[in-house]
């Protein structure tokens, strides 16, 4: 079944000892604000991940942000999908427009991760979304659609009901300019449509496809109200647990 997701993309903020406080405000404010109707995930880097999964106590689910390509060996520097798991963490973030641009992810090497990331029994939050001048020419549909194809539409029907697609358009990411809710729906309808012509309706229908880009307390309930939007990816509004609430509580 659909699930509705708010995650919380901390990116490369936060000293460690400031993320599992963060953490932990989040956990007080989820007690304190009761039922929500979403499931929460916090997304802090690497070496917080350990301590958030403890900080969060099962309440909360923990995602890294990246994992490497390959399975092991000589990568300084590099942390791999097993590592990820092995810290209690149950999903990963694959495919980030930051990852993709400064560190030149391709969908390739993107679907090698989502391989890996599944092999070790990992959830993944895949990321799409055209850059402005791609949506200015009117080129946004096929970039995304290529993306999809290229990067998830490899994997068995087993192996995708795994994975979370994160529509972000990247002209929208961390510059307070956020798609409007026609926007975001007319993008989140085609990606549904894409994956039932490649896995059928169901499986389509049982997919979260999350927005991200300047989401926050004053967007959010507008954007989650369109049919096939079912939460959010958060950047910015997820560094103060006050504004990521905002946001989980706006279903
Ligand atoms: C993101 O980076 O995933 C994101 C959506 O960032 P922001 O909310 O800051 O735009």
Redesign the pocket.
């Known amino acids: 079944m659909r699930k509705n997701i708010v995650a919380g ?1 901390w ?1 490369m903020n936060k000293t460690l000892q400031e993320g599992v406080q963060l953490a932990a405000d989040v956990r007080q404010a989820l007690a304190a604000a009761g039922a929500v109707k979403c499931d929460v995930i916090l997304a802090p880097p690497f070496i917080h991940l350990t301590e958030v999964v403890k900080t969060v106590g099962g309440q909360v689910e923990v995602s890294a942000q990246n994992c490497a390509a390959e399975a092991s060996g000589a990568y300084t520097g590099e942390v791999s999908a097993a590592m990820v798991k092995s810290t209690g963490c149950t999903y990963v973030i694959l495919g ?1 427009s ?1 990852r993709r641009s400064y560190y030149g992810e391709t969908n390739a090497i993107l679907a090698k991760k989502v391989r890996l990331a599944l092999d070790n029994g990992l959830k993944v939050i895949f990321c799409v979304g055209e850059v402005l001048a791609e949506r200015e020419s009117g080129k946004h549909f096929d970039v995304v659609g290529k993306q999809l194809k290229e990067g998830l539409f490899g994997l068995s029907a087993e192996d995708f009901a795994k994975i979370v697609v994160a529509y ?1 358009p990247v002209w ?4 307070g300019k956020t798609a409007t809710s026609v926007e975001a729906q007319d993008m989140h309808a085609f990606i549904r449509k894409a994956i039932a012509a490649q896995y059928g309706v169901q499986l389509a229908d049982d997919t979260t496809i999350l927005y ?4 926050n307390g004053g967007n959010a309930a507008e954007l989650f109200a369109c049919p096939d939007v079912d939460g959010g ?5 997820s560094l103060t647990a006050e504004k990521f609430m905002q946001i989980v509580t706006a279903f």
């Open positions: 993309n990116k980030h930051e972000e929208a990411i961390g510059t991200g880009g300047s989401c990816l958060i950047g910015g509004a």
